[in-house]
């Protein structure tokens, strides 16, 4: 790419937060945040799936399929050494929703 002032500029940001995401009580905080997003997020769509009724198969097949791509990408060897930001938060995002939907299951089996 040519190095133009738009080009300067974003690469600019890019760097400030990389060096905010690096502050370890943010990436905490960034972690929590997005375990609580996907407990929020399991809590919507098992109450949207449970109202529709037609699509609880496909949305199971989808979401079981999604979390095993997550579980492979974040346990996998090569990553072992130095986790990148993003699958560290696809990871809590995942174990967020399998939190909140087992708390919906005990929700409706009491």
């Known amino acids: 790419m040519q190095n133009t002032r738009l080009n300067n500029l974003v690469d600019a940001v890019l760097v400030r937060l990389r060096r905010w995401f690096f502050n370890p009580w943010r990436r905490i905080s960034l972690l929590i945040i997005t375990f609580l997003f996907g407990f929020f997020l399991s809590t919507a769509l098992t109450t949207i799936a449970g109202q529709e009724g037609d699509t609880d198969i496909l949305i199971s097949g989808i979401l079981v399929l999604m979390m095993e791509v997550t579980s492979r990408a974040f346990y996998i ?9 993003w699958i560290e938060l696809l990871n809590s995002l995942k174990i967020g929703f399998t939190y909140g939907i087992c708390v919906e299951a005990f929700k409706l089996g009491s």
């Open 77 to 85: 060897r090569a990553w072992k050494d130095r986790r990148a930001l």
